[in-house]
Nanobody
Framework: VQLQASGGGLVQAGGSMRLSCAAP????MGWFRQAPGKEREFVSA????????RYADSVKGRFSISRDSTKTRLFLQMNSLKPEDTAVYYC??????????????????????WGQGTQVTVSS
């Protein structure tokens, strides 16, 4: 299964953007990002039902993760974007194909099927 994130682009600081991704099944899913020269970092995650989201401290209050009513699409609504949010964003699925977020969900090794990602660039 290949996951393809979409919706990235160029936006000014303070702007908004929404990313989306097709969910392969009713699994827990997440968003990570990777800036040039930096390690891949956790952004957000959500369980199969679309409730009890998790967020990195750096995006809490600005980003919102969700799933559609059919649970087949994953979204990341990004508001009040900052230049430091510039990165390639990846959607990913729980490597154990579990439905709930458990364990060290901020660890990229807990997730797989990364796909190509989508570039988000925030200009100052």
């Amino acid at each position: 299964v290949q996951l393809q994130a979409s919706g990235g682009g160029l936006v000014q600081a303070g702007g908004s953007m929404r990313l989306s991704c097709a969910a392969p099944d009713w699994y827990a899913m997440g968003w990570f990002r990777q800036a040039p020269g930096k390690e891949r970092e956790f952004v957000s995650a959500i369980n199969w039902r679309g409730d009890r989201p998790r967020y990195a401290d750096s995006v809490k209050g600005r980003f919102s993760i969700s799933r559609d009513s059919t649970k087949t699409r994953l979204f990341l609504q990004m508001n009040s974007l900052k230049p430091e949010d510039t990165a390639v964003y990846y959607c990913t699925v729980d490597s154990g194909r579990g439905r709930y977020i458990i364990g060290d969900y901020t660890n990229p090794n807990k997730w797989d099927t990364w796909g190509q990602g989508t570039q988000v660039t925030v200009s100052s």
